[in-house]
């Protein structure tokens, strides 16, 4: 076919333009030209008039101007004072014209999801990210046949929920509903399957078709691109994926830290692909690894301005609020191994927004990084700082010494009534585990990565226990609480409401079990007699 060499051609010409192009500015050139860009673009809106962006836009000295003069913005302030207008039909609020289209956020801190306007602008700035990150694949030496092959997309449904006059969804769901004509071909599934809303029912779909695609490429969620394989394997009695995929050799993922699926995802892929992380988030795409790195980095280019605040107590309170604090650190003032809040300004109305997510750079120079949790995801009852990082990197290294299935994991934390404080972890896994092993297994790794964690044990944080659980268990509670589906991931901390519901929940199943248990003794009993 002439496709193949085609499109690797495209590839190759595009990959040497990004990297030449990223290459010959400074870090902080290039993202006070973003920056400089979307204060032009928003100069008229009523955001803009509210912060004179008139009167600065072209300053040499354009951050000073923005911070000052631009306080820092979280969601429920910005709903309130621009997005809710946005949100029912006004044009020019924050962005100019107006925005049709709003993401669901998968809501894993609070129990509701927020609205996120996605301009076409944000759209536009995505597929330019995607663009960037397959035309790293140029770098591997490719046999032209795999330019041929198709990509898979495991997301949200494109069918969108009409409100007033804007329509709302799963970001996932509108990006793949705004797919280039060109590329339909390459992707996969069709459009039809594509908009059922339904999650287990797009499985089932997908699944009936597999057979008849070439998959080179997935993208998805892992907790859920882990259950549609599986699907297959049990539907058509398969050893491994590549029986009916032969061509795979990319596995695209985001949403969550992966490190606790790489052991379940090289039993299914023995290996033979390549992980790429991605970092897209409801607010924008942020960040991707090439496909000759080892880590994300940071997307500095396609319309989003970042800032970065310390994450720590003189900055935050024990409860990850934001303290009373209006200044933070550009591109160029960040210094590696210290974990930041992220700031983000975006082409789609944002202005220093705070995400919610913290980061810590690995390497400036190329601006890798990794995610380390959440500003509201860590457990610090008495002291112990125990971020999601710690909690992830933990739980990954023993399963992958132990050779552990795990899928899923989450921690609440509790006090005594005598005033001590407790962790309890719930473990999904559909192997057999040892929950007392894995239990001193994984408090000793503990202490080894976090030193208050290792002196709160010896003092007020007297119990650390787990249990170990079914993984549908984890799927159907969030099927409960209406976060099923692509987008949405199990919280790795659970907090407030949403600990007691799921406190509640397994409860009821071990009650539920308990009757079950005592039923099928008594039928054997009757049996027996």
């Known amino acids: 076919m002439i496709v193949g060499p085609i499109v690797k051609g495209a590839t190759q010409f595009a990959h040497k333009q990004n990297t030449k192009n990223l290459e010959s500015e400074s870090h902080q050139a290039i993202q006070q030209r973003v920056l400089k860009d979307i204060l032009s673009y928003s100069k008229q809106t009523e955001f803009g008039k509210d912060h004179n962006f008139q009167n600065f836009y072209k300053s040499n000295q354009l951050e000073n101007y923005f911070a000052k003069s631009v306080p820092i913005f979280q969601y429920d302030y910005m709903y309130k004072k621009y997005w809710h207008k946005t949100l029912n039909g006004v044009s020019d609020v924050s962005w100019p014209g107006k925005i049709s289209n709003f993401a669901l956020t998968s809501g894993t801190t609070n129990a509701s999801s927020?609205?996120?306007?996605?301009?076409?602008?944000?759209?536009?700035?995505?597929?330019?990210?995607?663009m960037r990150q397959l035309s790293s694949l140029s770098e591997l030496k490719l046999p032209v046949s795999f330019f041929e092959k198709e990509v898979l997309f495991v997301g949200g449904s494109t069918n969108l929920t009409k409100v007033n006059t804007q329509f709302e969804g799963d970001l996932s769901g509108i990006l793949t509903g705004k797919v280039p004509s060109w590329l339909n071909p390459f992707t996969k599934p069709s459009k039809k399957i594509r908009a059922i809303a339904d999650w287990d029912e797009k499985l089932n779909r997908i699944v009936d078709m597999a057979p008849k695609w070439d998959i080179g490429i997935i993208c998805g969620v892992p907790s859920w691109v882990q259950i549609l394989i599986n699907k297959i394997l049990d539907r058509y009695q398969l050893n491994s994926i590549f029986e009916i995929w032969p061509n795979i050799r990319f596995y695209i993922h985001g949403g969550v830290q992966f490190d606790p699926y790489i052991n379940s995802f090289n039993r299914l892929f023995n290996e033979k692909v390549i992980y790429l992380d991605t970092y897209?988030?409801?607010e924008g795409f942020f960040g991707y690894q090439s496909s000759t790195s080892t880590q994300l980095k940071l997307n500095i280019k396609d319309g989003t301005y970042y800032e970065f605040i310390p994450f720590n107590l003189d900055h935050f309170?024990?409860?990850?609020n934001l303290r009373e604090y209006n200044s933070a650190l550009t591109i160029s003032e960040v210094k590696e191994n210290t974990t930041y809040a992220l700031l983000i300004t975006t082409n789609s109305g944002a202005f220093r927004y705070l995400l919610g997510d913290t980061i810590q750079f690995t390497n400036l120079k190329d601006l890798s990084f990794k995610i380390t949790g959440r500003t509201k995801h860590f457990l610090s009852l008495c002291g112990e700082h125990l971020s999601v990082d710690n909690m992830t990197e933990a739980i990954s290294s023993?399963?992958?010494?132990?050779?552990?299935?795990?899928?899923?994991?989450?921690?609440?934390?509790?006090?005594?009534?005598?005033?001590?404080?407790?962790?309890?972890?719930?473990?999904?896994?559909?192997?057999?585990?040892?929950?007392?092993?894995?239990?001193?297994?994984?408090?000793?790794?503990?202490c080894e990565l976090n030193a208050d964690y290792k002196v709160e044990r010896l003092f007020t944080l007297k119990l650390m226990e787990i249990e170990v659980l079914p993984t549908s268990v984890f799927y159907d509670f969030l099927k409960l609480i209406d976060k099923y589906g692509s987008q949405h991931k199990f919280p790795r901390v659970l907090k407030g409401q949403l600990a007691l519901d799921w406190e509640r929940y397994i409860a009821i199943i071990e009650e539920e079990n308990a009757k079950m248990a005592v039923k099928w003794q008594s039928e054997i009993k009757k049996k027996e007699s």
Do not use: Q
């Open 114 to 130: 927020k609205r996120i306007p996605v301009s076409d602008e944000m759209v536009k700035s995505i597929r330019k990210t995607c």
């Open 280 to 282: 897209l988030a409801s």
């Open 317 to 320: 309170d024990k409860d990850g």
């Open 398 to 446: 023993i399963a992958y010494e132990k050779n552990l299935r795990i899928d899923e994991f989450a921690v609440v934390g509790g006090t005594f009534e005598d005033g001590n404080f407790y962790h309890k972890w719930y473990i999904a896994s559909n192997s057999p585990i040892n929950s007392v092993s894995l239990k001193h297994e994984l408090d000793e790794k503990l």
